[in-house]
């Protein structure tokens, strides 16, 4: 049917159709009942208010912010290769001959920014988003918190061989009180957790209520705040075996360096990357009630800040005239882990991945290395066609299932078209 | 007794003995629970813990930005009269002999700007608040919103000499029905609402649960945002015949402009104030659950861009080589009104005082004119001695009665200082 997708069966208005200035969301004063957004009232994430909240996050949630400093941006350069890259047709995963525009609609794309050798050759902005506005990162945060933990166990400040207790012996009885920082980092915990987003009974939304992220029912009593939902998390087989996505080891991460160094989450962030890499806009996370940031997907950001995370992770750990992240973390991350126990997770559009300080890495001929987020949230490394991609989507499906047979095949392409060019 | 000061008959620790560094609000992982503040569960503005919130707003709450814009920070020239302003000693209201610094501590200030022909001559951070970071703005957020208004009305975007209903059908039955929007702006409606914030059930808490900015009890079934709560405010006497100074009056104001120009409160304040007077950082405001900043008292900004703004109305509107305010707009509020309506007001602390456009006129002999936000927010603009002076505080006391007798003489000791020299 024209102007619709389908998903898993289920039939959506396709990324024209489901424009969010076009819908008019939140317009007016007040806003008509049918194209009003409250917080508790229709779902945040619901399909196709999903491509106006994204863009506006901070706008229903408590947030803390990640403060760019006091310095002036970083500049790109430019070179614009437009008329190439929309001139590229491709085959997708399912076999599908797509054209270029076709495969950022059809992605449910906001926004997408694509650097050459550090050149920002594209860049497209689209429906609710604009380059300075954040939008929802979800777990592309994932990358930033973890890429933080590898630079704390490059400086020594924590062992990541060490077991969680070690720092929180708070997480003694749980899932993680024997589990290593090394484990946790790499998403190789047995935990009693499921993360299935489609399932409405899926432990991730105990884990937004007790965030405070998804609204709670009257009279609830769970667990307030994110450490307390981390306190009732069990253990499930063995550890350091197999990888086992699940966003709280994120958040178990991310309250060991609070511990560890006194710092905020965002604090650090600000101070490692945000100032050093010269981003533009201030970026922010999500709270819980003690305001804790959503480690594990709470950031939204600017999409040319997160290419210039992207561009440093490239040119192994130096942007903006400094050494932002040490080489050898960017090596490290870069070099993967063990194919064999990515297998194991069962990702059939992502085979030969291993996953690595929560970054995705495809082991291909260019060396790609990727932040992943659901509903369609990219930062793609690929170094060998001197290539960044960061890409920020309100795709209906939250598994990466619905986008990747598109954009896995496009971004391929495109490093294709670049490499060497 | 050392270490508390009183007022209204309660005693309160002093500014130096609350702060809120020292007392370690929201420190660890997690805060130990009689260090740690959460929505609904202890009182934002509860004393001491404010001292911490006013720099925390958006931790709490849903907020929107205020973009600063792409350009670079308009810059100060600084003149360090740090040793003179601090050897400054002046009588307070009450006839005490005051010590510069003593007064910022008994004054609950959080920080202090003084400009002096343009140039920073003295600038203090005490206790939470940084220079980047935003804080508080209370009603000062008022003068920023009416500014705007007086040049929508300058520019014939708006006739100040219509009634509320001719842009808000929905106003008619409510007290604004027959109001005009010169009435509003000078606050000179009859309603039947309450602005006592020391009494518990005065109206104003009732706008701020409408308004989602005050915790809701279980089972609330009031107005779920500001619209529907101004819709339940009746008349109570005659307009246009005294000051009466009601906060509802600024978001009837705000929805005007919204009806009348299609933009939010944050994207007129972003494109018409923060990004042509160069603001440093971006600003926010809390908004109610269908996403309406709250013009009353919303706005959080960091300290220099208020001082910004106070230099800009200082300069006849013109500031960062830009005429960013019409000068007959500034001229008019700097002129006031009728100092008549004003005294029936009773505001025993600012005799000979006017109220004009939200801002305060003290019809002085350095034409001071003011912005002012309960627990101690200020911009001070006294013309005849060339100087501006932004100021945050965390009084316990929301009545400006609680700093006013320590402040307005402070500040008038300085601004004869500064006079001509």
Known sequence: MAGTLTFDGRTYPDGRASDPKA??????????????????KQALLGFPQIRWTLCHTREFLPTVNVWR????????????????????????????????????????????????????????????????????????TKSYACTLAAMLVHEGVVDERRPIAHWLPEMRGTAWEDATLRQVMDMQVGAAYSEAY?????????????????????GYDGPGNFYEY?????????????????????EVLCWVMKRATGLSLARMLSERLWAPLGCEQDAYFT?????????G???????????????????????????????????????????????KAGYALLPGYSYRSMWWVAHDEHGTFEARGIHGQRIYVAPGAEMVIARFGSHPVAANSGNDPITLAQFRALAGLLRGR
Chains 1, 2 share one sequence.
């Not at 709270?287 to 480690?295: L, S, T, W």
Request: hydrophobic content about 40%; charged content about 25%.
């Open 23 to 40: 819908l008019g969301w939140m317009q007016g004063s007040p806003p008509p009942a049918d194209r009003r957004i409250e917080f508790g």
């Open 69 to 140: 400093g006091d310095g002036g941006p970083s500049t790109f350069a430019r070179e614009d290769l437009a008329g190439d890259i929309e001139a590229l047709a491709f085959d997708d995963l399912q076999g599908r001959r797509m054209q270029w525009q076709d495969a950022l609609a059809d992605t449910y794309t906001d926004g997408i920014v694509v650097l050459h050798r550090g050149r920002i050759v594209y860049e497209r902005y689209i429906g609710e988003l604009q380059a300075h506005v954040p939008h929802s990162c979800f777990s592309v």
């Open 198 to 218: 489609a399932d409405s009974a899926a432990d991730v939304w105990a884990y937004s209520r007790a965030g405070g992220t998804m609204a709670r029912p009257p």
């Open 230 to 250: 981390l306190a009732t998390i069990r253990k499930d087989g063995a550890h350091g075996e197999a990888i086992s996505y699940k966003t709280v080891n994120t």
């Open 287 to 295: 709270v819980d009630p003690i305001g804790v940031p959503m480690g």
């Open 297 to 343: 997907g709470g950031m939204s950001a600017a999409l040319r800040d997160l290419a210039r995370f992207g561009e440093a992770m490239r040119c192994d750990g130096a942007f903006n005239g400094k050494q932002v992240v040490p080489a050898a973390v960017v090596a490290d991350i870069a070099r993967g882990s063990d194919p064999a126990k990515f297998a």
